[in-house]
């Protein structure tokens, strides 16, 4: 079938193919304004025989301006790998995927995904949370993370790169410099003379960086573990959306980019607790993995975890309040992980 490019081909006749039952009516709604978005994302309402569904349809960006950063990092080809080939693996919650269809050479993607708004509530990341609160989000991470722990068979998911590996290190520098100034022209009340030193030189250091974060054991990371992307159930477990980030790296690596984006921390000594808590949580499922290494590896992952609120900068308007929101709330939560784990100056 053709993939549809934009929501109006998502008609009545092509979503009676993909699903293989007869659609007679179909409304769409937009989803996913924000930070991070580089396609269309639209709630489906389908009318048919037996009444009325919903479904979540993921669209790649309509033009190639738009969809560049997307195929560039192959974000379209990582989400349908992760739902075509790791997700009957995976051992946490996540949509489940009705149709999918992704074309390497033009990058046209779809993908029909449950709609999990009825089984959870989605968070919000501008108002954050406490470490209590984030509980099952930390256990829901450790335990995907313990799935895949040293798993050698990710290496042969072409999809599936390492954080180090190219275009990944050049791509986020190249965005990082563009977008460097308009973090600092946004938000100057947070940029002080420590961290304009450190956004200064940060680009420089990414390739070094990403190798430290690859030094086995890796695991399958969800690359984007933040509260927007998680939906709490009424038994408090977590359903993950958006695997278009995945990648292979070290686990303390997504903990470190949860807490210091999503969290809202108010004592220091409460990094470490987290980090506590994700150590026993993958220690219930077998994991023992040494401290100390893991503790590095989590304050360089609070370094990695600067780079997303600035990037995020390089595509802001003032007509978007929530972008901006979210935007400063996670500079902020960074800088502040940053001088609280001291990861200003970790060696590299």
Known sequence: MTIPRTVDDLTPEWCSAALGRPVTAVASSPLGVGVGLVGQLHKLELQGPDGTT?????????????????????????????????????????????????????????????????????????????????????????????????????????????????????????A???????????????????????????????????????????????GDWRLDNLFVTPDDDVIAVDWQLIDRSVGPRDLAYFVTGSIDVTDPVEYEHAFATYLGDLAEHGVHPDEEWAFEMYRYGTMLGFVYPVIAAGALTVEDPRHMDLTRAMFARSVRALESLDAFDLAL
């Open 54 to 174: 919903t479904v979540v349809a993921k669209l790649a960006a309509p033009t190639d301006e738009g969809r560049f950063v997307a195929t560039v990092l192959n974000m379209y080809g990582r989400e349908v790998g992760f739902y075509s080939e790791l997700s009957p693996r995976t051992n946490i919650e996540h949509p489940a995927c009705h149709y999918t269809e992704h074309d390497a050479e033009t990058q046209d993607t779809v993908l029909l995904l449950e709609d999990v708004s009825a089984r959870g509530r989605m968070l919000d990341q501008v108002a954050g949370c406490s470490v209590s609160d984030a509980r099952s989000a930390i256990r829901c991470l450790a335990k995907l993370h313990a799935c895949f722990w040293d798993d050698s068979s990710l290496d042969d998911a072409p999809f599936l790169r390492r954080l180090c590996d190219d275009p990944y290190p050049g791509a986020v520098a190249f």
């Open 176 to 222: 990082y410099d563009t977008a460097w100034p308009r973090m600092q022209e946004f938000f100057p009340e947070l940029i002080t003379d420590d961290v304009r030193a450190f956004g200064d030189g940060y680009s420089a250091r990414i390739p070094a960086l990403f190798e430290r974060l690859c030094e086995p054991p890796l695991v399958l990371s969800h």
